[in-house]
């Protein structure tokens, strides 16, 4: 077998950063916001620090894209002759997409919320009393993306350990084994 260390790294390198990013967001920058003593100030103070990490987050997400598809073309054997590594390819894949939309409505959303100035928020993702109508929704958009992502992206993971389990030389000859029989 040949190494893929280098694909390898980036996309699991891309992929941590990708989840540990937006769960660190949604726990501690989110949650650093609301203790903000000046309401109008909450918002401004979030999307600054999204804003900070919105370069590394898009960098770790095309990390992991370039990666993944090198996986993919690395393994393109085993996908066809393995049972059971397309299956959790096409998962892999429809969580990868479903993944990337959440992160670029993220990213309207967040530039939504920036535009909208110093207004009064009880936090980063939580509406207040005063808060406008159309940030007010945008915030309530945003406070459920801000665990999909998380989700998704700690799926990806799970998926990934799979795939690595499904590498092992038994798990290699029992998928092809499987494989021919199943025609």
Same mark, same amino acid.
């Given at each position: ?44 103070? @979030?999307?600054?620090?999204? !804003?900070?990490?919105? $370069?590394? =987050? #898009? #960098? ?38 479903? @993944?990337? @939309?959440?992160? @670029? ?14 207004? =009064?928020?009880?936090? !980063?993702?939580?509406?207040?009393? &005063?808060? $406008? ?5 945008? /915030? ?10 998380? !989700? ?8 990934? =350990?799979?795939?690595? &389990? /499904? ?8 998928? !092809? ?7």
């Amino acid at each position: 077998m040949k190494r893929n260390t280098v694909v390898r790294a980036m996309h699991d390198v891309g992929l941590a950063a990708w989840f540990g990013g937006s769960l660190m967001g949604a726990v501690g920058l989110n949650g650093a916001a609301s203790v903000v003593s000046d309401r109008n100030e909450r918002l401004r103070v @979030a999307n600054a620090g999204w !804003a900070r990490w919105a $370069p590394i =987050s #898009a #960098a770790g997400i095309g990390t992991y894209l370039i990666g993944s598809v090198g996986l993919l073309v690395a393994n393109r054997k085993r996908l066809a002759h393995q049972k059971g590594v397309v299956a959790s390819t096409v998962a892999k894949g429809a969580l990868t997409a479903a @993944a990337v @939309a959440a992160a @670029a409505y993220t990213g309207v959303l967040g530039a939504k919320l920036a535009d909208a100035g110093d207004v =009064s928020v009880e936090g !980063a993702v939580k509406p207040g009393k &005063e808060t $406008p109508d159309d940030v007010a929704d945008a /915030q309530r958009q945003l406070r459920v993306l801000q665990w999909v992502l998380p !989700a998704v992206t700690g799926s990806l993971i799970v998926l990934t =350990s799979l795939h690595g &389990e /499904q590498q092992r030389p038994g798990e290699v000859i029992r998928g !092809a084994v499987q494989k021919v029989f199943s025609r």
